[in-house]
């Protein structure tokens, strides 16, 4: 009797079994569904991108023959050259000082003590839940006050449009929470070699931080190439306008032609997809070891 009732009941086995297929196509129809909803619109672009204007205007699938001189009139119709060149300085710039300040930053948080850490921490945490709208307001102040009693302008400048994002709470955070994970024997041994946090921080913790660093920098990257209200209202010419509002001016002009519009809205993610495919494996590896990976 006992060996019997040790053997499991078949028909609850087979109901439990049922239920856990269940769920796993409800969880496959779903994870479907939203890859549709993501990967449909970006598939039209692109094949619109390659169609006639008769055809991106019938709302066609895919192209007869790939129109590759769309990209060419794109292109310069719209003087992508002029805003792709600022859009790359705006980016080189913002990067080069969140690698500077928010490097900085996550180190003082995570391996240095000073009063009132945990409270300025907490309060660097909060502003991540503020809109990005409601700092606008304030730091247009802010940058027109500066570019008055500067040495230089900020406004219709490239100031304006970098120095008030080279340090973000996110990415202060994401570095923290890495350099956190080092050891601490690492800085004892650097102690008793006689370094400070400046050569600890240079010679031993930035090298073992470079996927964290990628995906601070790929983070900034894509923030900066794809703003466009914060460059519009700081700029009132295209002397540094961004990518983003020569497409946006463009998509105006273009009016009805819509395979030019796709083309015009390629180019001007094509970096970005470029750059995460080139970082794809430092930005996924910087994401699991800094403690954020669900």
Avoid: C
């Avoid at 094949?47 to 310069?76: C, D, H, I």
């Avoid at 996550?106 to 000073?114: C, K, T």
């Amino acid at each position: 009797m006992a060996n019997q009732s040790a053997i499991p009941d078949k028909s609850k086995v087979q109901k439990q079994s049922r239920r856990v297929n269940t769920w796993h196509i409800i969880t496959y129809v779903i994870l479907i569904g939203g890859t549709l909803i993501a990967v449909v619109p970006f598939f039209w672009m692109v094949s619109a991108s390659f169609m006639t204007l008769s055809e991106a205007t019938s709302r066609a699938l895919v192209p007869r023959a790939l129109q590759w001189g769309n990209y060419a009139e794109a292109w310069k119709e719209a003087k992508f050259s002029e805003y792709f060149v600022n859009s790359t300085q705006i980016a080189l710039i913002t990067i080069a000082g969140q690698l500077v300040f928010s490097t900085l930053a996550a180190y003082a948080f995570a391996n240095m003590e000073f009063p009132g850490k945990n409270v300025l921490f907490t309060l660097l945490l909060s502003t991540m839940m503020l809109p990005e709208a409601v700092i606008w307001v304030p730091n247009f102040i802010t940058v027109t006050w500066l570019g008055r009693i500067g040495p230089i302008p900020w406004i219709n400048n490239w100031p304006a449009l970098t120095i008030p994002f080279m340090a973000s709470a996110f990415n202060i955070f994401l570095l923290r929470q890495f350099f956190a994970q080092i050891p601490r024997d690492l800085w004892d041994s650097a102690q008793i070699d006689g370094a400070g946090h400046v050569r600890y921080l240079i010679q031993i913790v930035l090298p073992l931080s470079k996927a964290v660093l990628m995906t601070v920098i790929l983070f900034t990257f894509i923030g900066s190439w794809n703003a466009l209200a914060w460059p519009m209202l700081v700029t009132n010419n295209p002397d540094w306008r961004p990518i983003s509002a020569g497409l946006s001016s463009f998509l105006e002009e273009a009016g009805a032609h819509i395979h030019l519009q796709m083309a015009g809205a390629v180019i001007t993610i094509l970096p970005v997809l470029l750059i995460y495919l080139v970082t794809q494996k430092q930005f996924t590896e910087g994401i699991a070891t800094s403690g954020l990976k669900g």
